[in-house]
């Protein structure tokens, strides 16, 4: 069953119009050059930016006119992580459910720890100890703030994923112990510089200079295909 649709969706002078369907239980690796669109692409299958052509479609409505509980259906681990410096390790954890609260359960995770035995699950989920909970998320290492903003996306309990470059902060077991998490999860989109890992996705998504170019299974993907997907011109 499709959840998300690009029709013609494209982003001038970042994306060229492309089609695609993202079906529940897939799990896509996005691959291309640096500067080739897959933070675009990711932009745009989550709402955060709009079209300038075509439609984006989330459970067959207009993504971008989707109610807030709807658009929360889709969760994004960004590259930049978007962690709120400010707050504790716990409560960055907790902004991941306000979709699911009220105001004022938002407004009290500002001022107290709220369900710190969920955040103490997920933290263990992620490998981080419960003693960083209490943490400002200001003072942690680079690996630590991405499993922050991971937990963040677990607590959000997506139904759609979409990961841009988690692994790169990450020594190679821990890269591994994410990927896996993320492949857990009901579908995800997820964009890496590892075109080795592609084996552990079902679909090979390939962007080129801001062009869907390759949309495979692994299995159909050769050395070729991959050295000119990563070629100059
Ligand atoms: N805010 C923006 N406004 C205009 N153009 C942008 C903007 N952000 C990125 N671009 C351009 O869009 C193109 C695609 O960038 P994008 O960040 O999507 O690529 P990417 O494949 O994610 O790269 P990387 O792997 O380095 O993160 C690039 O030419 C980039 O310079």
């Known amino acids: 069953m499709a959840v998300l649709e690009l029709r013609r969706a494209g982003l001038t002078g970042r994306l060229q119009p ?59 681990l960004w590259q930049d992580l978007r962690l709120v410096e400010e707050l504790t390790v716990l409560q960055n954890i907790n902004t991941g459910a306000l979709g699911r609260h009220s105001l004022l359960w938002g407004l009290r995770n500002l001022l107290q720890p709220l369900e710190p035995e969920l955040g103490d699950a997920i933290l ?33 309990q997506p139904t759609l994923v979409l990961a841009d470059e988690p692994l790169s902060a ?18 995800c989109m997820v964009s890496l510089h590892r075109p080795d890992l592609m084996q552990r996705f079902e679909r090979v998504l390939g962007l080129r200079q801001g062009e869907l170019v390759l949309d495979a299974s692994p299995s159909a993907i050769t050395e070729a295909t991959l050295a000119w997907l990563y070629s100059e011109d």
């Open 18 to 76: 492309l089609d695609l369907t993202i079906d529940h239980g897939e799990r896509t690796v996005l691959l291309g050059r640096s500067g080739a669109g897959k933070s675009s692409l990711i932009g745009l299958c989550n709402g955060s930016l709009s079209p300038d052509q075509g439609r984006v479609l989330w459970r067959g409505h207009d993504l971008q006119r989707c109610r807030p509980a709807q658009r929360r259906q889709i969760g994004t």
């Open 170 to 187: 990450l020594d190679p077991r821990l890269a591994n112990d994410v990927l896996n998490l993320l492949l857990e999860q009901p579908s």
């Open 124 to 156: 263990r989920q992620v490998g981080l100890s419960n003693t960083l909970r209490n943490h400002r998320v200001a003072g942690l290492s680079g690996g630590e703030r991405q499993r922050v903003a991971l937990a963040r996306l677990l607590r959000q």
